[in-house]
């Protein structure tokens, strides 16, 4: 069983940073699964934010590349998302994200909310 735990959203002001982070529970070596973050904005569908590999390599939306940036620390089974440049687009609850490469099993946790005012 895998168990993700995010923290660090809140609210900020257009062009500011934030850092979220994600901690994951399991009883396997991190390395085995694709880890990253995905976002809901109010009334609207989830959708990619990026993605992470277990050897680091990453993958973005267009609408966030060059702004935010995804990484991951496995000896803390652990994957981070910096913001920067934030803009009010961005408010959405935040999902952190974890699939095993082999079976394929996908994994949430429970959502933080980022809201980036004007």
């Known amino acids: 069983q895998v168990q993700l735990v995010e923290s660090g959203g809140g609210l900020v002001q257009a062009g500011g940073s934030l850092r979220l982070s994600c901690a994951a529970s399991?009883?396997?070596?991190?390395?085995?699964?694709?880890m990253g973050w995905y976002r809901q904005p109010p009334g609207k569908q989830r959708e990619l934010v990026g993605i992470i590999s277990g050897g680091g390599s990453t993958n973005y939306a267009n609408s966030v590349r060059g702004r935010f940036t995804i990484s991951r620390d496995n000896a803390k089974k652990s994957v981070y998302l910096q913001m920067n440049s934030l803009k009010p687009e961005d408010t959405a609850v935040y999902y952190c994200?974890?699939?095993?490469?082999?079976?394929?099993?996908?994994?949430w946790g429970q959502g933080t909310q980022v809201t980036v005012s004007s």
């Open positions: 994200y974890a699939r095993q490469i082999v079976s394929r099993n996908e994994y």
């Open positions: 399991m009883n396997t070596v991190v390395t085995v699964y694709t």
